[in-house]
């Protein structure tokens, strides 16, 4: 099962080892799980980290 997270937040410190220091900033992140017995048993997430850089002026 997978599912599009879209995000839409004001971090403070870092998020991602990136100094985001409280500015608004918006990302998508694709999350893909593995079911066993009714259970998630495996998380893989991908995160629009690129997104984030160019938002911050990185």
């Known amino acids: 099962m997978g599912s599009r997270l879209d ?3 004001t971090p403070t410190g870092e998020l991602f ?3 985001i220091n409280g500015r608004r900033i918006q990302f998508t992140e694709n999350v893909f799980y593995e079911f066993v017995d ?3 048993k495996t998380v893989w997430s991908v ?3 690129a ?3 160019r938002q911050i002026g990185e």
């Open 17 to 19: 080892g990136l100094p």
């Open 47 to 49: 995160i629009d980290e």
């Open 51 to 53: 997104a984030i850089r």
């Open 38 to 40: 009714s259970r998630i």
């Open 7 to 9: 995000f839409d937040c």
